[in-house]
Nanobody
Framework: QVQLVESGGGLVQAGGSLRLSCVAS????????MGWYRQTPGNQRELVAL???????HYVDSVKGRFTISRDNAKNTAYLQMNSLKPEDTGVYYC??????????????WGQGTQVTVSS
């Protein structure tokens, strides 16, 4: 089993910044990829940012230039630095990961979510 725990959400004024953290724990052999999804009012859950095992990244167009995903493999942790926040960024942010366990099983894991609210 792999568990993900997010932190760092909160209330911020438009133009401000937040950094989300996601710590993975459990019987992890390697990380295939980790990312952040968000659920915003009136929309399906969407992929915001993804970082792959080789270090390549992907961002949804609406956050390019403002958000940065990074990782610390030694700590099994992913981060999402969010700058120049806009009210439309408001939502629940969920950490996602795909992992290879030490028993060689590949699994997906999701965090519980952290609320990000951006006021105008």
């Amino acid at each position: 089993q792999v568990q993900l725990v997010e932190s760092g959400g909160g209330l911020v004024q438009a133009g401000g910044s937040l950094r989300l953290s996601c710590v993975a724990s459990g019987s992890i052999f390697s990380i295939n990829r980790m990312g952040w999804y968000r659920q915003t009012p009136g929309n399906q859950r969407e992929l915001v940012a993804l970082i792959r095992s080789g270090g390549s990244t992907h961002y949804v167009d609406s956050v390019k230039g403002r958000f940065t995903i990074s990782r610390d493999n030694a700590k099994n942790t992913a981060y999402l630095q969010m700058n120049s926040l806009k009210p439309e960024d408001t939502g629940v942010y969920y950490c996602y990961g795909n992992f290879v366990r030490r028993d060689w099983q590949t699994i997906d894991a999701w965090g519980q979510g952290t609320q990000v609210t951006v006021s105008s």
